[in-house]
């Protein structure tokens, strides 16, 4: 499966959680919100490579990519514009009148924190959002279909749950998403040999710390772990380099572990600051992946073929996308 039509199913589903039905549905954003994401993309990079520090700010004059982004802030702000007038003249009329996306959870951290609600803010924190959202997921969701191509018994313990599930719950709702434990070991599984952040917690120290066995953290030090060291680490892990389908298996204490941060597990980093957005994840990654081994089965074009080495950009890893796969659908 292509990577962009993941991206754009991602896109879709977060739009709709992120700025709800009036905007999610709206095919300028939804163009718009994918787009930024690239164009994020290219400009970080060209600023990267092309400016030392002190001269980055030049970099909104002089250069495309960084004025695309610009431009396309821009671009948001009109789009969101009278969505979110409605929105704040509504809440002025009838306070209890509550929406369940970031629209309304940004207007009140706005309000809480006493800062003036306008569509150029909200607009990019929207677009930083859907940065923080769809590649992440995207990227997962091709990574964990590689995997489960190279480890066909699996798959068919997968397919054969999601089936169950949905028969029992009648489709795929919570309750049936909750069942899902072959699939969530298995996606925890795939994380952990092919997690994207090489490192994770990456904080700034602002003051000085001393820890208790001495070691010292003086102030503006940059500190980051090391996630992928950890995921292979043997001490945690015991043989990290196999892919063990059932490692994170187990029903009996009905606990899922893919969104799980914990001492062995920073995948989604740690503390205050941890993905906010990884039981979100979890969930829409197991809602695709269920609705599309129930229906279709994948395998590279080559006989033999294998999963594809991952690449590594600026301490991320990412599945390789430009590999193309054949999908077949199943007979029901
Ligand atoms: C598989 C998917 C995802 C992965 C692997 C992932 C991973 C991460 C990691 C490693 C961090 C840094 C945490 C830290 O420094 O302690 C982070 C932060 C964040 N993520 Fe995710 N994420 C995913 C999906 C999402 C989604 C779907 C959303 C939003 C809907 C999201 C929103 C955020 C936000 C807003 C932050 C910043 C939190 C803060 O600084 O306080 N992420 N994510």
Known sequence: MPYPLLLQIFNRIGQRVL????????????????????????????????????????????????????????RGAALLSPVLKARLAAKTEKPTDTHHDAIEWLINEYHRTGRKVTAEE????????????????AATVLSTLYDLIDHPASLEDIRREARQAMDQHSGINRAALQSLHHLDSFM??????????????????????TFHDGFHVAAGTQVMFANRQLNHDPDVYPEPERFEAKRFYD???????????????INFGSGFHACPGRFFAQDVIKLLLA?????YDFKYPEQGQKRPADMADNLVVYPNVTVPLLVKELAL
């Open 19 to 74: 700025v709800g039905p009036e905007l999610g549905r709206n095919k300028d954003w939804l163009a718009l919100t994918q787009n930024y994401t690239t164009s994020l993309l290219q400009g970080t990079n060209t600023v990267r490579a092309k400016y030392p520090p002190a001269l980055r700010w030049l970099a909104k004059y002089l250069e495309r990519d960084v004025k695309m982004v610009y431009k396309q802030r821009q």
């Open 122 to 137: 909200i607009a990019q924190d929207q677009l930083g959002l859907t940065m923080a959202a769809i590649h992440n997921t």
């Open 188 to 209: 925890t599984e795939s994380l952990r040999m092919h997690a994207m952040p090489e490192v994770t917690v990456q904080r700034l120290a602002l003051v000085p710390k």
């Open 251 to 265: 029903p009996d204490l009905n606990k899922h572990h893919f969104a799980s941060v914990t001492d062995e597990s």
């Open 291 to 295: 609705s599309l081994l129930v229906r």
